[in-house]
């Protein structure tokens, strides 16, 4: 299994302008890339620290995921990201391990990158995203 | 300003021991490091992953910040920590910027380091802890 590195820390906003630009003053960051994955229902910014990224998410409506998270949690921390070399072997692992799959099956995330979730019972309540990514 | 890196991703949880054992079944990561900071009541253990880690935190009382934290809102992830050259310059920047510190001075961490946290409120619901660090 072994994940080699932690992908990206993502945090669930209602403004990710907003949040954006408190970011900027503040931490003197900026994000690289700006998408909105269709799928999952959010808006995301990434932004490149390090070796690993911080990702804002604002939902692009109350009744997906992150807008349903916003509701009951407000703004936060909602998943680590684990970059693995190869999702299937990974999910098998964890399956045979006792962790609880969201997604079965890969699919396709923000940057095009193959990611599952795994369910936060599975490990210190934590959402977890798996992130297939080839070039480090 | 300029963080240069996500140094960890901490997660509160109620048995170190248990998921520390987890996360070697699910993810077989073993942590490189655990002690107990006192000043902050915790026993800490830091699991090394690529450029960044994660930290397990478990409460050494009810009665702690991390104590208080799971009895609101069960085990989850609890602050991100960046990296940064000159923890006075950060702190300097980030009140000029209209954070909120927790710690206006720096205090010693884990693994000896000097570090301080800013409020949730001054960025998207997160706890955001600052970690001096000079070799990366």
Redesign the interface.
């Known amino acids: ?6 992908h990206h ?1 993502a ?3 209602h403004d990710l302008d907003e ?1 954006l630009a ?2 900027k ?5 900026e994000p690289m890339s700006r998408e909105t994955v269709s799928e999952q229902g959010v808006e995301e910014a990434m932004i490149a ?6 990702q ?1 998410l604002q939902p692009t409506d109350p009744d997906t995921p992150v807008g349903r998270f916003l509701a009951r ?5 909602h998943h ?1 990201a ?2 693995v070399v190869d999702i299937e072997e990974a999910l098998a ?2 399956a045979a ?3 609880t799959l969201i997604d079965e099956t890969p699919r396709i995330g923000g940057g095009g990158h193959r990611i599952a979730f795994v369910h ?1 019972r ?5 959402l977890v995203e798996l992130v297939e990514v080839h070039d480090g």
């Open positions: 299994m072994l994940p080699y590195n932690i820390v945090i669930a906003v949040t408190t970011l003053d503040q931490y003197t960051v620290l390090g070796g690993s990224h911080l804002i949690h407000g703004e936060g921390m680590v684990f970059a692992h964890l391990h006792g962790a936060p599975s490990m210190g309540g934590t």
